[in-house]
Nanobody
Framework: QVQLVESGGGLVQAGGSLRLSCAASGSIFSINVMSWYRQAPGKQRDVVALITSGGITNYADSVRGRFTISRDNAKNTVYLQMDSLKPEDTAVYYC????????WGQGTQVTVSS
């Protein structure tokens, strides 16, 4: 089992920045890929960014160049630095971990005002 706890969401004006954190615990040795997803009201949950155990990253087209995913292995934590935020980035952001199964965090709300 893997437990994930997100933090760092909040309200920000368009053009601003936020940094989300996802702390992992439990069977972290089994994790291959860490990812961030988001879900806006009435929409499906979509992947935003991912990072492999080897440090390879990938981003959704809608956030590439504005968001940066990184990891601190010593702290078992993954970050999502979000810059140049837009109102359309408003969503609940979820951390995900792919190990022996797929695990979700509880989510953190990000609201970007225009």
């Amino acid at each position: 089992q893997v437990q994930l706890v997100e933090s760092g969401g909040g309200l920000v004006q368009a053009g601003g920045s936020l940094r989300l954190s996802c702390a992992a615990s439990g069977s972290i040795f089994s994790i291959n890929v860490m990812s961030w997803y988001r879900q806006a009201p009435g929409k499906q949950r979509d992947v935003v960014a991912l990072i492999t155990s080897g440090g390879i990253t990938n981003y959704a087209d809608s956030v590439r160049g504005r968001f940066t995913i990184s990891r601190d292995n010593a702290k078992n934590t993954v970050y999502l630095q979000m810059d140049s935020l837009k109102p359309e980035d408003t969503a609940v952001y979820y951390c995900g971990a792919q190990g022996t199964g797929f695990y979700w965090g509880q989510g953190t709300q990000v609201t970007v005002s225009s």
